[in-house]
């Protein structure tokens, strides 16, 4: 009986040193990489809220319903740079370059500045319903490229 009990006390023992040694290393090696972990996602979010451009369109789609096979439909869209820096429109393409055309007010938005892009669809060919792309690309860093539909 009392071999037991020296027996369960040398368990304890032993049980007790790898909790140790495991909490030390667990301090040791955890608690640094965490903090760590923790200052790449402070200097993410700095990053993340550096002044930069912010493309802001007050609508990105345009349904000009029912048109006449003469008609050239058109429509402008408005968009605002609401961010703290330039906006650059780098390149505007479109799904169909024979029936769909674009023409920008300015290619540099200053910030709190609105810009305009019209776009003019060439319906002669066409028949039944359509639906057209236009991609823009900007230096926005969030929003690199947006794309604006026109269907009817």
Not at 26 to 31: A, D, E, R, S, T
Not at 47 to 66: M, R
Not at 125 to 147: A, Q
Request: with cysteine.
């Amino acid at each position: 009986m009392k071999e037991n009990l020296r027996n369960r006390n040398n368990i304890k023992g032993k049980i007790k040193n790898p909790l140790l040694i495991f909490s030390i290393v667990f301090f040791l090696f955890f608690l640094p990489a965490a903090q760590l972990l923790s200052l790449n996602i402070i200097a993410a979010d700095k990053t993340a809220i550096s002044p930069c451009p912010i493309i802001n369109f007050q609508e990105e789609t345009w349904d000009f319903g029912e048109i006449t096979p003469d008609e050239l439909p058109a429509h402008i869209f408005k968009f605002k740079n609401t961010g703290e820096e330039i906006l650059i429109i780098k390149l505007i393409k479109v799904s169909c370059e024979s029936c769909t055309d674009t023409q920008i007010s300015t290619k540099s938005i200053a910030p709190g500045e609105t810009a305009e892009l019209e776009i003019t669809v060439n319906s002669l060919d066409m028949t039944g319903r359509f639906t057209k792309r236009i991609y823009l690309y900007s230096n926005d860093p969030k929003n690199p490229l947006i794309t604006l539909t026109v269907s009817g």
